[in-house]
């Protein structure tokens, strides 16, 4: 398998091919907001020193942390600094891994089962850092006859080993203080449990009794992004979630927290890539 230099590349190769991709990234490319794929995402850091918003959850990104991502969790890195940023990030057709599963072992279940305490982040020892990276080199090394079943194995090996470190939950799912105040942490999660109700910035400083400048900076020095761009790629991800479920497009649009649909319809369609609609039609 060729190893990509782009996550874009990678995002693109997997929906064309509906299997999976690799990019290795040695330098910055430009941040995205906050934002979902319709793949899964392994992220794999090299070299730490960034941070992770991943729905209402801000991790520190240190040497050998893994993230687990599906495609209707909104997340972002937030640029803590500029220094470079190594990392190997895999691109998952959501049907492959199901496609390799057997009548006892769920290859996807870290993606699409997650428990209350689920953390997306799994701090890899030394010895799993070094069986993750035997997977990787051994995908892109395959060549020649059968390297496609050489692929297909050695990624299914990885998904295993994935699996079995989410299910021991080595840390706590909680957001990480030490990059997240405690104000921006009350914030993050008042939000997420008033998702699908009217939100303002007004009505968020009155809550937390902070004016808007304020809590326009903080919320944005700890996460990255704004707090209004924010409240959209949630509530795009719940609509995502609910759209997948076989709900109608109205219903996912009230539940999750717009109050105008043609803002609706164009935040989704500018995030996912298609309409609500198709992608009802697609995913159900």
């Known amino acids: 398998m060729n190893e990509l230099y782009s996550c874009q590349q990678a995002i693109d190769q997997c929906a064309a091919a509906h299997t999976f991709a690799i990019a ?10 906050m934002h979902i794929h319709n793949c899964y995402e392994l992220y794999y850091s090299v070299s730490g020193g960034k941070q992770f918003l991943i729905d209402n959850k801000l991790y520190a990104i240190e040497p050998g942390d893994l993230f687990v991502i599906n495609q209707y ?6 640029q803590a600094d500029k220094t470079t940023h190594e990392r190997i990030v895999l691109s998952i057709h959501p049907e492959y891994p199901k496609r390799l599963s057997s009548g006892e072992t769920n290859l996807d279940a870290c993606f699409s089962q997650r428990s209350d305490f689920f953390c997306h982040r799994i701090s890899l ?5 070094n069986r993750f990276l035997y997977y990787i080199n051994k995908i892109i090394a395959a060549d020649g006859y059968a390297s496609d079943i050489y692929e297909q194995a050695a990624f299914m090996e990885l998904l295993v080993l994935v699996n079995r470190l989410s299910q021991k939950g080595p840390l706590p799912a909680t957001n990480d203080n030490s990059v997240c105040n405690h104000q921006v942490d009350n914030i993050l ?3 997420n449990q008033n998702i699908s109700s009217p939100l303002t910035l007004s009505g968020l400083a009155e809550e937390f009794f902070l004016s808007e400048s304020y809590i326009c900076r903080i919320f944005k020095s700890a996460t990255g992004t704004t707090i209004n761009k924010y ?3 949630r509530r795009i991800s719940i609509a995502k979630s609910l759209l997948s479920d076989g709900v109608s497009v109205m219903t996912a649009y009230e539940k999750s927290g717009f109050t105008d649909y043609s803002a609706f319809f164009k935040a989704f369609t500018k995030a996912v890539g298609i309409s609500p ?6 995913s159900s």
Do not use: G, N, P
């Open 189 to 191: 999660s008042y939000i």
């Open 24 to 33: 290795h990234l040695y330098k910055e490319e430009k941040t995205m907001d």
């Open 125 to 129: 020892s030394k010895e799993q850092q």
């Open 73 to 78: 969790e909104s997340h972002k890195i937030t």
């Open 277 to 282: 609609k198709k992608y009802s039609r697609y």
């Open 231 to 233: 409240i959209t790629a």
